[in-house]
């Protein structure tokens, strides 16, 4: 065996100091077996771009190499990014039961399903990938059936504790394994990757039954239709959701597509009872009273095009809110998400719903899926780690939980805080942040993955703040002067009857321009289209303070 | 006197369904009062325009009315819109002294001080306009020199609360006119503008002092430089930094053009104490030891080009943050702010400073300016309303505060939600919402005031998703007919070797849309454009789901 077959290594492609697009991988000898591919939505400055997903440029390099891909749990941000990855690399993917069949329904869109191995695991799966073999454990979240990781490696055990939170009374009675989570840490696991997203807030995640009590009350008191929004994977919130119905004599319609086909999933695969007849369709909401109807919909983070927000504008056909109608938001709204979510609160408002929300003072219709301070202190104790990469969250996150891990016992200068495509590496059982590989965003901008980057979207800013103008001269090719007044026109710049003053003026300055610089010889069409876009913009910004994109076109006749 | 003399009017062109622009006015037989005349930033959909002021059209239709601008105080949805007021309109302002210090250097910017009447007032000030009279009395508030407004008028009393709060331990030891509250509101106000902001939080506001604690704290472990951010306008609270300062035996620098403008004027109009050479300029900095340095500046939104955002990623010339600097957050992020606040957080973490900011866990360093629950309660009682009008706030703030009102005795019915426009009008001690006029808002974008309206907005919107395309068609003059192939440029759509290839087939495609048109007769340019925009954008969405920009530009040669 050479020096460097006996290098264990890992790093991330996505999840670290974000959060969102999760991908960890853990490569020993000829061996890549990869933890998770999710993907993440755009923040307000990439303008246009639909999704992020990782770049895997390195996994395309080594994919010989790649063996396995293992999913954690079937949230977004950890297999919104399959599609793109199997269209690239055909890979075995594992994971439970409920999340295949989120991962099934993403292949079937991307008519992708016939062609992947998808493997069924559980809590109990045992598996062997090379020299590395691979044990499961089960967690709380806000989704079933997820599982945290165990690396049984030549250098020991390294523990993925995927995302989770401890809820010792879970709204479905599964209950992590915490007595297999003591065995494993029991003599101590060499390396902890463990989720951070909560690490700033102190306390204990508070129980997912504490949702179901106010949700039951909400359901006993109103006197009309309860209409109740919440992530369509949460399903234990949503059997909870059935519970106050049944209980309170109401059917449930389902709105929105991922409602449905999520829901449609989880009574299939077991993982939601439904008493028969409850479900109703949405033609059959108006046949009954009021008082026996429950709406469950998507748009809780005040995404425009969801059933929510087209409810609260009156804009759902078939369906409306009335006056003393109950609307509950059964999720917290994500960061960046508030201004959505207070606009359809107010337009519900409007309509006369009785709407219980969160923005403000709590409203006990949501608790988070990720372990607080002390669940993420548990987790630290219960594996007693060597070594800990916080993963799973931005900056000061991973900055908190560090100082977590060393409050119950690890030893400083023993936690690493990477990058995307940071790697440490293990030999002899010592663990070193060593090199890089290439990390970073890949844009999805309709079909086209990847073909978006810097340049487009620094255009699209420049385009989106002040428009453009542009600016048409027609030249004679022999004399190399202007046969004609220049043609311009303007898009998202000005629009009134003042601008036909300013741009009568540009056009007089491009004359102008052009006519400076052709004082007798022929001279090159760059040169006067740079000089164009100068005088131009220097004109224009003094004249409006705006910098407009200037596109000079020369056409030669 | 006729019928219609003797009409009330009262509404608002900014402040309702909306947090910002503020400006309500109050109507009279041939005499107009308006309150207040703000600003409000834009949030991300309105691309590239700087801020929005209220539509003023009614003013300027009645503008002979209008006898004054009252100012309650020097925030900017309360002060921001004043210069392209007064550019339209040159009506005298009233506020008090340091109001008007901050009103003065906006004028000053806009060149207008000069042509302006600036009239100082004070709690005690007693104006009269015509049949109004008006006095005022002292609020808490975020800011120091704050009025409530109080209307004499022959239909009774209308009381404007301005924005506040009842602190009973205020920074500044400058109490409300309690007294004068109740007194006014002893036999019952007519009716009552109350502001809404935190209409939706329990309980009462905590006090400024509070603030002042922490800071003391914070400054006393400090072990090196202190950074504390904060509005510039919240000179109590800057006062209290100053204390903790002295009390800390540390210099204060100040960073940030309008930290230093604003404590320039709050020292001068004595609203602020701060010992002889406590505040040394930037480069003195250095040459102290990081013990005896406090830094206060602004950017505490996470505002990208302000000064902490500067010192963040190390830009800030001559000023770094070292491991172990302690950096406040004292100021807690405004909706929509939250995400350029923790990048900011994720930064200074990275420098190795410590860090107090109040995103997951709140932090003791910031306290609201806009009175709770409890506060606006007691307002109520305090004024005992017939007729009520919530204002500053969105409509569920609005919702909220008529809620409040009702708990404590105001009819119902006799609360008006209103939007900006509507007309409250009282004849005879009844008020009725009846007509509306023209309000809306105007877009400021660089030097242009409502010369961006949504035809250009919408042009930026798509711009900015998806890119353009320009095509440029030489056509001959005489017959019809293309003289040369297309000219296809694209900028924000695509950009790299593949779409060299969809460029070449988008030129082919246009080629045989417009010979298909001709086959023949000479057709009109409007009906080729039109044709090239439906071809070419059907294939670029089958190709690409992108809808980019069309612009088809043809020259006649």
């Given at each position: 065996m050479s020096?460097k077959e006996?290098?264990?290594?890992i790093f991330?492609?996505?999840g ?7 991908m960890?991988?853990?490569?020993y ?7 998770d591919?999710?993907?993440k939505?755009?923040?307000e ?5 639909d999704?992020?997903i990782?770049d ?5 390099e080594?994919k010989d190499?790649?063996?396995?891909l293992?999913v954690t749990?079937?949230?977004e ?8 990855f ?6 075995p993917?594992y994971?439970?039961r409920?999340t295949?069949?989120?991962i099934?329904?993403k292949?079937e869109?991307h008519?992708?399903?016939?062609d992947?191995e998808?493997?069924?695991i559980?809590s109990?799966s045992?598996l062997n990938?090379d020299?590395i073999?691979v044990t499961?454990?089960k967690?709380?979240h806000?989704i079933p059936?997820?599982?945290?990781v ?13 995302d989770?939170?401890?809820d010792l009374?879970?709204a479905n009675n599964?209950?992590s394994?915490i007595h ?6 029991r003599d101590g696991?060499?390396l902890?990757?463990s989720?951070?997203?909560n690490a ?14 106010h ?6 008191k109103?006197e009309?239709?309860v209409i109740?929004s919440t992530?369509?994977s949460n399903i234990?919130?949503?059997?909870q ?5 049944q209980?309170?004599?109401r059917?449930?319609?389902l709105?929105?597509?991922?409602m449905?086909?999520?829901v449609?999933?989880a009574?299939?695969?077991g993982?939601l009872?439904?008493?028969d007849g ?5 033609h059959e ?6 008082e ?10 005040g995404?425009?095009?969801a059933a929510l927000?087209r409810l ?15 609307v ?5 709204p ?7 979510v207070?606009r359809?609160?107010d337009?519900l408002?409007t ?9 403000g003072?709590t ?6 899926g990720?372990?607080y301070?002390e669940?993420?202190k548990?987790?630290?104790?219960l594996?007693?780690?060597k070594?800990f ?6 900056y000061?996150m991973l900055?908190?939980?560090r100082?977590?891990?060393e409050?119950?016992?690890?030893e400083?200068?023993?936690?690493f805080i ?11 059982s010592?663990?070193r942040?060593t ?8 844009y ?7 073909d ?8 699209r800013k420049?385009?989106?703040e002040d ?9 004679s090719k022999?004399?190399g002067?202007?046969?004609?007044e220049p043609?311009?026109i303007?898009?998202g710049?000005v ?19 052009v006519?400076?610089l052709q ?8 040169v006067i289209?740079?000089?164009?876009k100068?005088s ?6 003094t004249q409006t303070k705006r910098?407009p994109m200037i596109?000079?076109i020369?056409i030669?006749i």
């Amino acid at each position: 065996m050479s020096t460097k077959e006996n290098v264990l290594s890992i790093f991330a492609l996505g999840g670290l100091n974000e959060v969102g697009k999760n991908m960890y991988a853990i490569e020993y000898s000829n061996n890549i077996v990869i933890i998770d591919c999710g993907n993440k939505f755009p923040d307000e400055s990439l303008l246009g771009i639909d999704l992020i997903i990782p770049d895997i440029t390195y996994l395309l390099e080594n994919k010989d190499k790649i063996t396995a891909l293992i999913v954690t749990h079937g949230h977004e941000d950890h297999i919104g990014g399959i599609p793109f990855f199997l269209k690239k690399l055909n890979v075995p993917v594992y994971a439970t039961r409920f999340t295949l069949g989120l991962i099934e329904l993403k292949l079937e869109e991307h008519k992708l399903l016939r062609d992947t191995e998808l493997i069924e695991i559980d809590s109990s799966s045992n598996l062997n990938f090379d020299d590395i073999n691979v044990t499961f454990f089960k967690v709380n979240h806000s989704i079933p059936d997820c599982l945290g990781v165990v690396f049984n490696t030549p250098e020991g055990k390294i523990v993925h504790t995927g995302d989770f939170k401890f809820d010792l009374t879970p709204a479905n009675n599964e209950h992590s394994d915490i007595h297999k989570m003591a065995e494993i840490g029991r003599d101590g696991v060499f390396l902890l990757l463990s989720e951070s997203t909560n690490a700033e807030r102190p306390g204990l995640t508070p129980s997912e039954q504490m949702v179901g009590k106010h949700v039951e009350d909400a359901f006993m008191k109103a006197e009309r239709k309860v209409i109740l929004s919440t992530f369509a994977s949460n399903i234990n919130r949503i059997q909870q959701v059935v519970d106050a119905a049944q209980k309170t004599n109401r059917k449930i319609s389902l709105l929105g597509r991922s409602m449905v086909n999520v829901v449609d999933i989880a009574i299939e695969r077991g993982y939601l009872t439904v008493p028969d007849g409850m479900i109703i369709e949405q033609h059959e909401i108006n046949e009954l009273a009021p008082e026996k109807v429950a709406i469950l919909c998507t748009g809780s983070q005040g995404e425009p095009l969801a059933a929510l927000a087209r409810l609260s504008t009156g804009n759902f056909r078939g369906v409306d809110i009335l006056p003393e109608d109950t609307v509950i938001f059964a999720a917290g709204p994500i960061p960046g998400n508030e201004r959505n979510v207070t606009r359809i609160v107010d337009n519900l408002l409007t309509l006369g719903a009785k709407v219980i929300y969160g923005t403000g003072s709590t409203s006990g219709m949501h608790v988070s899926g990720h372990g607080y301070q002390e669940d993420l202190k548990l987790m630290l104790t219960l594996m007693k780690p060597k070594y800990f990469i916080p993963i799973h969250g931005e900056y000061r996150m991973l900055h908190h939980h560090r100082l977590l891990a060393e409050s119950v016992g690890v030893e400083q200068g023993n936690t690493f805080i990477m990058n995307n495509g940071d790697v440490v590496d293990i030999t002899n059982s010592i663990a070193r942040q060593t090199r890089k590989i290439p990390a970073g965003n890949t844009y999805v901008d309709g079909i086209g993955v990847g073909d978006v980057g810097d340049m487009v979207l620094r255009d699209r800013k420049q385009l989106s703040e002040d428009g453009m103008l542009v600016i048409v001269l027609t030249m004679s090719k022999r004399e190399g002067k202007l046969v004609s007044e220049p043609d311009t026109i303007s898009r998202g710049f000005v629009f009134n009857r003042d601008s036909e003053e300013l741009i009568r003026e540009v056009n007089r300055l491009i004359t102008k321009t052009v006519n400076d610089l052709q004082k007798g010889n022929k001279i090159q069409w760059n040169v006067i289209k740079q000089s164009i876009k100068k005088s131009v913009g220097q004109y224009l910004f003094t004249q409006t303070k705006r910098k407009p994109m200037i596109l000079p076109i020369i056409i030669e006749i």
